[in-house]
């Protein structure tokens, strides 16, 4: 294949010449990466088997982890559902374009490589301009999980992806950093309950205030290790598996309160001398840490903890800023799982297999 182009665009005003040239790629079984509010995407014809077929090879992500449809209208998410509940009405009118992605009982001509032979669908609407004037030039929707290789951090600049898929792809489309830094929740709509597969940039409070009731949470988002590997049995939704969003470096999460936390890196630092030690650190314990001698060979701020979205907007690229460092452990400070700290605690849950001090 060709020297993937890497594709520059304004993203409050994309170039529509570079736009076409990106949707023929697509049109024509090819792979496009581009960006969304959340994280980058990889992305092919959703209507195409074996351009789906190739997505899965490019990541090497296993066929059992269904993708997602990228729509650039409600009118295209209906169509690509058998049924359209009230619930989705709901919370389409309330969040949509935006980083929610709804699973529905799929509609009849929708390829069994993206949902992986089950019988509903992961639609999203998202809220990027380059990532809606993409899909509506290919005239398709656009199959797309993150675009890296499976089980790396999911990229959220056009570098990340440049260096996890450059030569193996068409086009890179770069429009700039990704807002939300996290990939969108999931939310399955197929049964009677409300059930989220996955946290991100819509919270569980946000949704269960919208519809006035309780969604259901699996044991499994909390508790990836009771996913393990998929095997040869579908996952119900993207980003379930065990060991996710993983950097080269091992992560270990740091829990407790934040005085637990500075002391049990103080620790791990005093019993581990000469090795590459990485601390990813909240902004309040920061301090705490720079007067460490020997100092931690990399040290870097997340976000405050009182505000998670800082943190999920920043994480993944501090996971990658690790191992340009060559760092060989990463202390990440944990935050409450609540708000969108759910999302950030589910990432890093799988980036350290629940390793944690």
């Not at 936390?261 to 590459?276: D, E, I, M, T």
């Amino acid at each position: 294949m060709e020297k993937t182009r890497y594709l520059q665009l304004d993203p409050a005003d994309p170039d529509p010449d570079l736009i076409a040239e990106a949707a023929e790629v697509i049109r024509r079984g090819g792979l496009v990466a581009f960006p969304t509010e959340t994280v980058y995407g990889l992305g092919g014809n959703g209507m195409d088997p074996e351009s789906v077929k190739r997505i899965f090879r490019v990541k090497g992500r296993p066929p059992e982890n269904p993708l997602i449809l990228h729509v650039a209208s409600l009118e295209q998410a209906r169509e690509l559902a058998s049924s359209w509940p009230p619930a989705a009405e709901v919370l389409a009118r309330r969040f949509l374009p935006g980083p929610l992605t709804l699973i529905l009982p799929r509609a009849e001509g929708i390829p069994d490589e993206v949902t992986a032979g089950l019988p509903t669908v992961a639609l999203r609407y998202p809220a990027n301009r380059i990532a809606l004037a993409l899909i509506a030039a290919s005239g398709v929707p656009i199959a797309a999980p993150s675009a890296n290789i499976s089980g790396r951090p999911s990229p959220t600049r056009g570098e990340h992806v440049l260096a996890d898929l450059g030569g193996k792809i068409e086009i890179i489309l770069d429009g700039g950093p990704a807002e939300v830094g996290v990939e969108s929740t999931i939310l399955s709509l197929a049964d009677e309950h409300p059930v989220l597969l996955r946290p991100g940039g819509v919270t569980r409070e946000e949704i269960e205030a919208v519809l006035g009731r309780k969604v259901i949470v699996p044991e499994v988002v909390n508790n990836p290790q009771g996913m393990g590997a998929v095997g040869r049995r579908a996952a119900p939704s993207p980003g379930l598996l065990f060991r996710h969003y993983s950097p080269r470096a091992q992560v270990i999460v740091v829990t407790g309160s934040s005085q637990e936390q500075v002391a049990k890196v103080r620790n791990f630092l005093a019993a581990n001398p000469g090795r590459r030690v990485g601390v990813l650190a909240t902004s309040e314990n920061l301090p705490a840490y720079r007067d460490i001698q020997p100092p931690p060979f990399y040290l870097a701020a997340l976000g405050s903890r009182f505000r998670p979205e800082e943190i999920a907007g920043r994480l993944f690229a501090a996971l990658r800023e690790g191992d340009e460092r060559e760092v060989e452990v990463l202390l990440v400070e944990a935050v409450a799982p609540e708000g969108m700290g759910m999302a950030v605690m589910n990432r890093l849950s799988r980036a350290s297999a629940q390793h944690e001090i």
